[in-house]
């Protein structure tokens, strides 16, 4: 038996070779100067001998685009790209791939589809079954199912593969339709307006994504609140005592009033004859916890990343994909929170046991401290939450914060949750009431291995309830409120998460894209990312956004309900690809008549635009 197995890259293709061959197999060279075949022979368990060749692709081996004839911006108006045909066919660049890919399937009996497990990987999947049915009727087209890099996972992949999830791959191409006709029609408006009203822009292009504007749209969205920001006076009360030499700060519970006449005349009050006297009303204490975290997803990843590595989520990307492509993390690319309680947890924190930073704490899981992860709310029934897989101290630089993060935050998750004892006390001066907390830490647990979250102890004084004293501080102070920061990166995805944008796989590349057309600034501050959006960023959101339009193209509502919710629907099996494509096309199309209708309103504003120069397609 001949069997043809083919991976998204060649990093994946050798690192796959090398478990199932033990490492002995012979290289050949392709007409690809970035991909080679791998030859092997692989024993199945019931003694089956099959002869493998391993071999890669470089992602989609398609296109899709309109016909030739109407590629030029010139050959028809705009609005018609939702209705024109469209083509999928191979991409001329990728000729040597295909060709290799036809040769050896003419002399395979199965093709083994080792593409990323995601819906992505599927439909790049299809690619390759159809070019391998193309030269060779007879193959069989089968599907290995792997989470990471592991002897373990890659020889049952390999032993027992699946079909190709048609849904997934349905999935794909109406995306891809949706955001050609999209993204087409909407730049070519864009760019040959702006090109009339300013002619800085002649050469450039104004594009427009489906994702990517949202995405700008957040950005400025919250510039906008920065930007018209006016800082408020309040007035609050502080109380301060000082008992046996320990100090106890009350806090306010009117937390603070934006009327100084008000807040004086409380003020007076309390300290009116005998002074401010303060009543302790109740004093309760009671066990408490800091939760351990979930298990890690991908854009916690990217979030936590960006926020405490100092990295960017693009980056961040990039270093998970090389540790899993060299087998230290599971995939990098998931939206499940919750282990399957038949996964080996114990055999993973075993392996960490040898580390000279956290080895000691995985050792006190394994010998009794090991608790099972907390489950969170996500399951795509697909990969597990990301985590580590073999151990290593040979990484560095980006890669081992990243591997560090990964790992430190499974072994957290699989230890107990920080424990304390919390002390409240309610006390009152006059009518006013105040609260001082305490917190004692008992077991620090989870917190010993995960230096990233804090939990610091507050001690306070002795106090009894029905107890009455004059604090050693009584103050009325003067503050304002102080203007927010521009949106970090961590907000940003965050916001993009939460109303549809993108998917876990794609929300970094969404970032980029705007960066990369200079819609918007990132700059670093302190240890985080912020993004300020261009002249140009700044006019096409509020060109929009002036329109009147029901579903802003900046806003999340439009690109949520016109494709990302029916993707779904297409991958369940309630909706067909069909039908999806066909309603994401009508929502587009009306809100581009109207847009078109209108473009007196976008050109008023952005003529804030005059004077961009070098805007161009990455």
Known sequence: MRILCVAEKHAIAKSVAQILSDNHFQTRETGDQYTRNLEFTYRFPNNTMAQIVMTSVRGHLCTTDFPEQYRKWSSCAPVQLFELNIEKKPSADLAALEQNLAHEARNANQVMIWTDCDREGENIGAEVAQVCRRSNQRIVVTRARFSSVTP?????????????????????????????RVGASFTRFQTLSFQDWFPDLKDGVV??????????GFVVDHYRRVENFIPESFWKLEVKHNKDGVDANFIWQRGHLFDQLACLVIYEACMETP?????????KSKPTSKYKPL?????????????????????????????????????????????????????LVQKQTHN?????????LVEGGFRNPRRGKENDQAHPPIHPVM??????????KVYEYITRRFLACCSEDAKGDQTDIEAVI??????????IIKERNYLDVYPYDKWSGTVLPNFEEGEEFIPTEFMMKHGATIRPTTITESQLIALMHKNGIGTDATIADHIKTIINREYVVRHKQGNEFQFTPSTLGIALVEGYDNIGLDMSLSKPFLRSQASFRNL??????TKTKQQVVEDGIEMYRNVFEIVNRDKRTLRQVSSLAVGIHHIFLE
Request: hydrophobic share 35%; net charge negative; aromatic share 8%.
């Open 207 to 216: 594009s427009y994504g489906p994702c990517q504007f949202p995405t700008l």
């Open 391 to 400: 151990h290593t101290e040979n990484l560095a630089g980006d890669e081992k």
């Open 152 to 180: 373990a996972e890659i020889h049952r992949a390999m032993q027992n593969p699946v079909q190709i999830d048609q849904r997934q791959v349905d999935a794909v191409d109406a995306r891809m339709e949706l955001d050609l």
């Open 275 to 283: 002074g401010p006297t303060i009543r302790i009303n109740r004093v």
């Open 568 to 573: 779904a629907l297409i991958c369940l099996g």
């Open 430 to 439: 006059h009518t006013e009431t105040f609260k001082a907390t305490g917190l």
């Open 356 to 364: 000279g930073q956290w080895g000691r704490f995985a050792q006190r």
């Open 295 to 347: 298990p890690l997803t991908t854009v916690e990843l990217q979030k936590s990343g960006s926020r405490l590595l100092s990295m960017s989520s693009d980056r961040i990307m990039t270093v998970a994909e090389g540790l899993y492509t060299q087998g230290w993390i599971s995939y990098p690319r998931t939206e499940t929170d919750q282990f399957d309680q038949n996964y080996d947890l114990m055999g």
